[in-house]
């Protein structure tokens, strides 16, 4: 019995061996489920856009990948198996991961619940290694995933799981600045970018109470944006719309194609704060001008600890928010990479690898 755990869960992915290279099917063990672990069946895993920019090493040599990769850090799925110490799931209950699997567990990060800012650097879910930086970590583009119950969230919901999967990255991702900078009634938030980020902010800020207006360069995404709950559209391409868009206490910024910041914190009315989640790949020139006049915030914000990763999942399920999917086999993995790089998804691939 103890030989066989030592050898630890055998399992199947999807993996791509280089920057260039086709996903392919991908056998490897995940460790034994130890004392305080967790062993899920990983039944949907969102594509998330910075999974593209690992997989095709585009974040290097900031962030080098690490091959074979597989990537996938919107995860949800079922127990099938609990250490002896666990105390918080048990077979047969929907769970989902993130984008960490564990951290240093004692920096001020780690012991306030911000573990995303770990002072010693979390383990990533994938792309990464185990905090003994030695075990490589292989994402939710697989059948299983082994986890301490620590960094599991416990997700309210046995139904459109596929929708609830994008949440672990894009719901928290928004949820956090959002909360945090205070949108909610009586507050005019924007959300500039209406992709697999954009949109997921709009349901949240909705739902916050937050009088919410999108900014887009594609006029044709007006429609969505007004059934996704959105309350005005501008089209910042378009001058005469564009002036409209004048005094937001708060605009989160999901763009990560280059964009002029100067012209967006223009929009913002006295004190606001223009948070950035999206990553252009080249820096973006900033005159100072733009925050002085009127007292302005440029902030950043990176997903969310596991504290409020678990308030967010319990928030979009008492308000049914889940993200808009388009489910996928994995035999489509290239496909929807090629297609969300043109935006041309509405609003996130998910693969389905109950399937699979
Ligand atoms: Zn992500
Ligand atoms: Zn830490």
């Not at 585009?58 to 666990?86: A, L």
């Amino acid at each position: 019995m103890i030989a066989a755990e030592a050898q630890g869960v055998a399992t199947k992915g999807f993996a791509t061996h280089g920057p260039e290279a086709k996903f392919g099917p991908f056998e490897f063990t995940r460790r034994s489920v130890g004392p305080k672990d967790v062993l899920i069946d990983i039944e949907y895993c969102g594509i998330c856009h910075s999974d593209i920019h690992q997989a095709r090493a585009e974040w290097e040599p900031v962030i080098p990948s690490i091959y074979p990769m597989v990537p996938g850090h919107e995860i949800v799925g079922r127990v099938t198996q609990v250490g002896g110490e666990v105390t918080k799931f048990k077979e047969g209950d929907v769970a989902g991961i993130g984008c960490f699997v564990d951290s240093c567990r004692e920096c001020p990060a780690c012991t306030t619940g911000v573990e995303q800012y770990c002072i010693k650097g979390s383990a990533q879910t994938y792309n990464s290694t185990e905090m003994d930086r030695q075990t490589p970590t292989y994402g939710g583009y697989s059948k299983h995933y082994v986890i301490d119950e620590k960094y599991l969230l416990n997700v309210n919901a046995t139904e459109n799981l596929e929708g609830v999967a994008p949440l672990l990255c894009a719901g928290i991702t928004t949820y956090s600045p959002l909360k945090k900078w205070g949108a909610g009634p009586g507050k005019k938030v924007a959300i500039a970018g209406l992709g697999g980020l954009g949109h997921m902010g709009v349901k949240i800020a909705a739902a916050m109470g937050a009088d919410v207006t999108v900014l887009s360069t594609s006029p044709s995404k007006e429609q969505d944006a007004r059934k996704l709950g959105a309350h005005n559209f501008v089209n910042i391409r378009d001058e005469g719309s564009a002036k409209n868009a004048v005094g937001f206490d708060i605009i989160l910024d999901t763009i990560s194609a280059q964009h002029d910041y100067n012209q967006y914190l223009g929009m913002l009315g006295l004190e606001g704060v223009m948070i950035v989640v999206g990553v252009p790949t080249e820096p973006i020139p900033l005159n100072a001008f733009s925050l002085i006049g009127g007292n302005k915030v440029l902030a950043g914000s990176l997903i969310g600890g596991i504290p409020e990763t678990q308030e967010m999942l319990d928030f979009c399920a008492e308000h049914n928010i889940v993200a808009d999917v388009e489910v996928i086999t994995p035999a489509r993995i290239e496909e929807a990479y090629d297609r969300t790089v043109k935006s041309d998804v509405r609003y996130r691939f998910v693969i389905d690898m109950k399937n699979a």
